[in-house]
Structure formats: structure tokens, C-alpha cells
T-cell receptor, first 112, second 114 residues
Framework: EDQVTQSPEALRLQEGESSSLNCSYTVSGLRGLFWYRQDPGKGPEFLFTLYSAGEEKEKERLKATLTKKESFLHITAPKPEDSATYLCAVQARGGGADGLTFGKGTHLIIQP | DTEVTQTPKHLVMGMTNKKSLKCEQHMGHRAMYWYKQKAKKPPELMFVYSYEKLSINESVPSRFSPECPNSSLLNLHLHALQPEDSALYLC?????????????FGPGTRLTVT
């Protein structure tokens, strides 16, 4: 069974204080690992897809990296508007239009 | 454009009512999904449609009935729901060619069952 574990569950940072969120996964064969941002009461917003170990992607203050067992979402000099829940999800190989398996998310608060 | 739209935004219904949720996308995606999300929990997969055919039903109770009338539309028909069915219902779609694994989510319908 595919499993995704995110840590920490919650993180409070000061504006400008960089940090990293962790996503560890167990999957029979990784097709893709995804990061989403979700604001309260809204749908998840797609951020990144990572396909293979060693891959990195960046967008503004966010950088996602992938190893064979985990992914990190690095946040550099965050701003209050980066406050949200960050979700990690995996899709396993197996063919077909399978759904995503999500972690429970990291609730990030950036204080001004 | 990576927009998935959902209507209504909010829905309050009694346990004897029949209502429907609607999802629409015009990105040419041929895989569409329904997820259910309870407060402070991650989304949970309910149904998957691939090329307008139901391919996955994650043991969802029959009071939820999905329908995919064409490649752009996805409906979720609701009947005789229970208060524990109150949640955010999310629709998602993804392309089936190219970098075709990433799913794009709609804003969700907040459902309250009284």
C-alpha cells in the first residue's frame, strides 16, 4: 500500500526565516510526486511535479527536490502570503488514470 | 489555462433531498476525478473517469452517483446523504498525453448535510 508521511504537521516561521518541509513516501513504483498548496476552504493549487531522484524544480521562493525515499520543499525568505497548507502526493505506476495518495499536509504560518 | 470550475460553491441539503454537484473543464483532459476532503484531512479519492468511462470507484456508498455526460463535464448526484457526508467535494482533471500525471483541482463545493 502506498504511503505518504509529511513533517512537521505545523510550522510557524518569522517572515524571511527559511526552512524545509519533508515528504517521505513508500510506493511500489513511483510515477510522480506532486506538491500542492491549499488555502482554507479552497481546492489544492498545483506547484510541482517530480519524476526521478535528483530532480529539482523552483518557483519564486519555493524549491522542490526528490530522492528515492523523500522529497523536500524548501522555502526561502518566506512572506506572510506563503501561509497555507502544503500537500505532498504520489502516483504509483500501474497503468490507468489512478488517483493520488496524499500526505496529511504541513500547515505553514509565516508571521510578519 | 488550467481552470477547473465547480458549482455550486456552497450547498446545504437535508437528508431526504436530491442534489447534484457539477464540474467543468475545457482543457481537453480525458481523466476526471472526484475527491472528498474533511476538515484538516487530505483529499480522499472517490471516483475516476477515464475517457468518459468510470474506471475506479473507491467503495463509495451508493448515495453518491457519478456521471460523465461528455469529455468536459462531470457530475456527482447526491441522494439520502448523512450528516457525516458534510465535506469539501473536489473535482480534478489531468491530461492523458505529454506530462500527463499532474492533476488540476477545482475550488470545491462545500457541502453541509442537515
Amino acid at each position: 500500500e502506498d504511503q505518504v508521511t509529511q513533517s512537521p504537521e505545523a510550522l510557524r516561521l518569522q517572515e524571511g526565516e527559511s526552512s524545509s518541509l519533508n515528504c517521505s513516501y513508500t510506493v511500489s513504483g513511483l510515477r510522480g510526486l506532486f506538491w500542492y498548496r491549499q488555502d482554507p476552504g479552497k481546492g489544492p493549487e498545483f506547484l510541482f511535479t517530480l519524476y526521478s531522484a535528483g530532480e529539482e524544480k523552483e518557483k519564486e521562493r519555493l524549491k522542490a527536490t526528490l530522492t528515492k525515499k523523500e522529497s523536500f520543499l524548501h522555502i526561502t525568505a518566506p512572506k506572510p502570503e506563503d501561509s497555507a497548507t502544503y500537500l505532498c502526493a504520489v502516483q504509483a505506476r500501474g497503468g490507468g488514470a489512478d488517483g493520488l495518495t496524499f500526505g496529511k499536509g504541513t500547515h505553514l504560518i509565516i508571521q510578519p | 489555462d488550467t481552470e477547473v470550475t465547480q458549482t455550486p460553491k456552497h450547498l446545504v441539503m437535508g437528508m431526504t433531498n436530491k442534489k447534484s454537484l457539477k464540474c467543468e473543464q475545457h482543457m481537453g483532459h480525458r481523466a476526471m476525478y472526484w475527491y472528498k476532503q474533511k476538515a484538516k484531512k487530505p483529499p480522499e479519492l472517490m471516483f475516476v473517469y477515464s475517457y468518459e468511462k468510470l474506471s475506479i470507484n473507491e467503495s463509495v456508498p451508493s448515495r453518491f452517483s457519478p456521471e460523465c455526460p461528455n469529455s468536459s463535464l462531470l457530475n456527482l448526484h447526491l441522494h439520502a446523504l448523512q450528516p457525516e457526508d458534510s465535506a469539501l467535494y473536489l473535482c480534478a482533471s489531468r491530461p492523458t498525453s505529454g506530462e500527463w500525471y499532474e492533476q488540476y483541482f477545482g475550488p470545491g463545493t462545500r457541502l453541509t448535510v442537515t
